[in-house]
């Protein structure tokens, strides 16, 4: 387990005790007591939602210095809405969601709901949903009893509760799983249990910090689509930390993009991959070969060639999206990104051809051939050709790019 999970833990487990000693609830997965739970049906709300304003976090270490985790960060949610944090380690994404769930206090800067200020609302009162990497369960209780335990404390009638944990476990494709002990389930399981458990009190936001990392790859893609689903089915507005590129894309509707405790980038995920903005975005979302249009080198000037054949297109199969980006391309883009693993080996046949490379290296992955091409005045593609390829390393080859995939930086 990260530290960083353990500290959160014990704040957690520390209110928790608190306040059940004092009669009360647990900090972060239920309401508090008193406040009326909202009908499952009503996630998602009216008001304006979250508003994060030049936000700043800092952590004084003592001796060691004070670390800025999180640089002045403005960042709006709207009711509904799933945004991702999507960073690598250590660029500030768990600081960030900790002080919006009132775990961390901001050096500076603000963070609203519906338009009031939370700067003196504790984490409890906050009305927010947490889950972490580790679901946290409670090993002495039946799946249904950890469903159903923020629910109970908030006082929710038990005929309401019973209906809200079925649907719960419905949501998170656990119909019948009530009565499982929770040791027997598997790691994917727990996390569903945990997910139903963390949206039972319907919270105005669910803040979730890497909550399919301890998984394998395979079942997080498959969770992640799941994750997905049923936040847009119970309208819940989300904000979800991940250092992984698929899952972002898979979960979001927006994804920021942040580095060094600041945002580079907000978008949705099909104009980020088209619109990365800055090249240091495109390289973390994993573009590698550059091309700078204004230059005579003989790629710039096939992509060039190509696009304009786009822009001066109307093909009706693309959906005039190729022809946007082609035209957008040429009239601001100092600097184009060919598309990773969409490129095709044309081989001897050089049909479609924009520009030429040698294979670096070739392999037959899921029935066809992945190759690895340097692109002279670009940088390296990864192409895909269909069955098993006959280029090989030091090979000179032909790549038809698609227009439609490559990716702008300015504007
Ligand atoms: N309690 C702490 N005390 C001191 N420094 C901290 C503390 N928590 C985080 N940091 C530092 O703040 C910076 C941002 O950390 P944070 O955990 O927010 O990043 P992250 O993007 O979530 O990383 P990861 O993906 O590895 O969890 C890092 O440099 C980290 O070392």
Redesign the pocket.
Known sequence: M?V?DA?VRDAQVAQETAQAEAGGVPAVVAPAPGRPVRPATAAGGTGSGLRVRDLVVR?D?GGAGV?T?VAGVSLDVAPGEVVALL?P????????LRAVAGLEPPAAGTVSWDGADLADVPVHRRGFGLMFQEGQLFAHRDVAHNVAYGLQMAGVPRGERTRRVADGLRAVGLDGYGRRAVSTLSGGEQQRVALARALAPAPQLLLLD?PLSALDRALRERLAADVRSTLVATGTTALF?T?DHDEAFTVADRVAV?SAGRILRIDTPARLWRRPGSRAVAEFLGYRAFVPLDETTPVASAVRRALAAEAGSARADRGGAARAGAVAALAEGALVVLPSGEATVSGVVEQGVVVHGVVVRAAFRRGRSEVLVEVEGAGRVTAVAPGVSTVHPGDRVGLAVDTELVAVLTG
Do not use: I, N, Q
């Not at 380690?89 to 960030?96: A, D, F, Q, V």
């Open positions: 990260r960083r500290r952590y270490d670390t985790a960073g380690s250590g660029c500030g994404k768990s600081s960030l890497e930390v250092h942040m």
